[in-house]
């Protein structure tokens, strides 16, 4: 089971820089997840650790060893594709089972013909046969086994693919998002069973997604990247709790954290420039910063005993949690103008709160619960 | 209305199809003195059968046949074999000269047959493959390979990579991936490259009637040519030969028809 370590790795497409002297270490055993929005670059450095795209610069070790120029085959991992990539002219009884097939073959079976002969004696093989069946019965496959993947829905598609990279004991597992085209229901019980399989292998986990239940849920660390760049890698409860910078605050949390720009004055504090709040502890050491505070950290009161009046402008009811999207109100609006603010200001409340749209309301938080960050790089203020 | 219209073009279309080859058994299975007096036969005269076997036995039709089944076969597998490993390098891989060797192989489609049957006879004789079947072999698949190489590259373009990339992370070596993954998904296009190196012997004529000069080592396409004298061609027999010449093709295309079908890729990859 290798460590992995990435020292500088970069990846270029022509004058393209996909992924900027990326630092980072994999231990062993651990499920890593690697998330970030479309295009940021994380299959891309999947890719580069399985050996299926070069490292432009940098270097990448496994348990110490450079294998930046390693194949595939010695790196010892198994890759479930985002788009499946099934052998269409094989069942699926074939395609879980090819992995162990082309372990068990000899050199000379590779040659034209022989292959094919040797390709089904080692289908009958008992070993073979019972693993294969073993793994389809894991994934609920056992009944498709002698379908062809043209005749399956997408979530069996998926389920096969990830079958087949399951079957075989490699060191490390590469996911590229596997989940992404299955239903809400199969996604969560495959979420379970990829953490069960996890634990159960004790093997080396790197998964790449963009959805941020998924990470959160199976990760043991995160790294989050944008534009190929590296944004922070800590455990989930860190990453949420202690965002590094405005990024991983807004891409973290649904709804994401509340960011506000915020002036330090004397009296207090200046949020979005208009409203004045009695704010005097744990202030910043410059003038200008941005108040983050997450939905749930924020208090709904009635009018008048917050210290932030606000106005109900969304409200998505669901059910066991209601989350409300307010606007703050300044001393105008009471004159009757509604100051509108670019963003909302989203607050988490529990239950189903009787509230109306356009009901004022008022906000308030605790003054540890707040998070600053600086203005021009968005990086956390301590 | 318009199904009946549409039954009347393919009728059509069948009829002019399959006149040639109505005209071909007509003439075969009709006497030469019917032939060439006055007053059309009709019909095949089935009771000429014994007559047209008797001619044909004079020749040997069936080396002929032979002789053209290995050219054929030969050639085809031949320039399906390199044809494949040409069209999968230029399909997958990036290398200098890549366009050039497109090119280069594009030209030799160009070129006239006949252009080249004086050099090539001189270096035939230099090979000593003049008077031989394999050299014959060996200039057809000059022309069917680059036929076959488009045929397969194309192909193999439209296969998605990560089918291929999957079956390195699984340890198949480059050449199997080709064997047990590639080249199954692309069996339609293997049918219609071996159809078309296939016919391109099978009809071979000018390189056999030069290259070849032993009557043991015709293909049926000389053999054939061999029926016309200088003062009296047996058109029945003629006929007869071409007809019999004509069925080995027509069973081998019905054969591979069947493989030409698209689709093989389907389920492979999201989308």
């Known amino acids: 089971m290798p460590a992995l370590t990435f020292k500088n790795v970069s990846k270029n497409f022509g004058d393209h820089s996909v992924i900027k002297a990326f630092n980072a270490d994999i231990h062993d055993g651990e499920f890593l997840v690697l998330l970030g929005p479309s295009g940021c670059g994380k299959s891309t450095l999947l890719r580069m650790i399985a050996g299926l795209s070069d490292i432009t610069s ?34 699926v009884r074939e395609n879980i089972a090819f992995p162990l097939i082309m372990d068990a073959f000899r050199k000379w079976y590779h040659l034209p013909v022989v292959n094919i002969i040797a390709r089904h004696r080692l289908m009958r093989r008992s070993d073979i046969a019972e693993r294969t069946l073993k793994m389809a019965r894991q994934l609920e496959l056992e009944p498709l086994l002698d379908r062809r993947p043209a005749s399956l829905s997408g979530g069996q598609r998926q389920r096969v693919a990830l079958a087949r990279a399951l079957v075989r004991d490699p060191s490390l597992y590469l996911l590229d998002e596997p989940l992404s085209n299955l239903d809400a229901k199969l996604r969560t019980q495959m979420r379970s069973e990829i953490s069960a399989l996890h634990n159960k292998v004790g093997k080396t986990f790197v998964y790449v997604t963009h959805d941020q239940v998924e990470a959160m849920t199976m990760a043991s660390r995160i790294i989050i990247m944008d534009k190929g760049v590296v944004q922070q890698v800590d455990t989930p409860d860190n990453v949420y709790d202690n965002p590094a910078n405005t990024f991983v605050a807004k891409f973290i949390g649904s709804p994401p954290m509340n960011l506000i720009p915020a002036s330090v004055r004397p009296s207090g504090l200046m949020l979005s420039g208009e409203i004045a709040v009695e704010h005097r502890e744990a202030l910043p050491s410059r003038r200008e910063a941005m108040f983050g505070i997450r939905p749930e950290k924020l208090e709904l009161k009635p009018v008048g005993e917050g210290r932030l009046p606000a106005r109900v402008a969304v409200i998505e009811r669901l059910g066991a949690e209601t989350v409300i999207g307010c606007r703050f109100i300044t001393g105008k609006d009471d004159a009757g103008e509604l ?8 607050v988490r409340v529990s239950g189903n709160p009787k ?28 | ?16 199809a399959g006149f040639p080859v109505y005209w ?16 059309q036969v009709i019909w095949p005269q089935l009771q000429n059968l014994p007559e047209l076997w008797r001619e044909l036995g004079q020749v040997p039709i069936g080396l002929w046949l032979f002789n053209t089944l290995l050219i054929a076969a030969g050639g085809t597998v031949l320039s399906l074999t390199l044809g494949s490993l040409a069209g999968y390098a230029l399909s997958r891989f990036r290398f200098h000269g890549k366009g050039l060797v497109g090119f280069l192989l594009f030209m030799t489609q160009v070129v006239p047959e006949a252009l080249i049957l004086v050099p090539l006879y001189a270096m035939f004789i230099t090979f000593g493959l003049l008077n031989s079947l394999i050299g014959l072999v060996l200039a057809n698949v000059g022309f069917s390979l680059p036929v076959a190489c488009f045929v397969l590259k194309g192909a193999m373009d439209a296969v998605p990579y990560e089918i291929e990339e999957s079956a390195i992370i699984d340890n198949c070596p480059r050449f199997s991936v080709l064997t047990m993954i590639i080249l199954p998904l692309i069996m339609p296009s293997i049918a219609a490259a071996a159809v078309v190196a296939f016919f391109a012997g099978w009809n071979e004529f000018l390189f056999a009637s030069t290259f070849l000069m032993d009557r043991g080592n015709w293909p049926a396409s000389v053999g054939l040519a061999s029926f016309v004298g200088q003062y009296e061609t047996p058109m029945s027999a003629v006929m007869g030969a071409a007809l019999v010449f004509s069925l080995p093709a027509v069973v081998f295309f019905l054969l591979i028809q069947r493989k030409i079908v698209a689709g093989l890729t389907a389920g492979a990859v999201k989308g």
């Not at chain 2, 209305?1 to 002019?16: A, P, Q, S, W």
Request: hydrophobic share 45%.
């Open chain 1, 339 to 346: 100051l509108i603010e670019q963003d909302l200001v989203f």
């Open chain 1, 355 to 382: 509230m109306q749209i356009g009901e004022a309301c008022s906000l308030d938080y605790r003054s540890e619960d707040v998070l600053w960050f600086d203005v021009d790089t968005g990086q956390r203020l301590s």
């Open chain 2, 1 to 16: 209305m318009l199904k009946v219209l549409r039954y009347l073009l393919i009728g059509l279309l069948v009829v002019l």
């Open chain 1, 58 to 91: 940098g270097d990448l070790r496994f348990d110490g060893q450079i294998a930046n120029d390693w194949e595939p085959k010695r790196r010892g991992v198994a890759f479930v594709f985002q788009t499946y990539a099934l052998y269409p002219h094989m069942t």
């Open chain 2, 24 to 39: 071909m058994a007509t003439t075969a299975l009709s006497l030469n003195s019917e032939l060439y007096g006055t007053g």
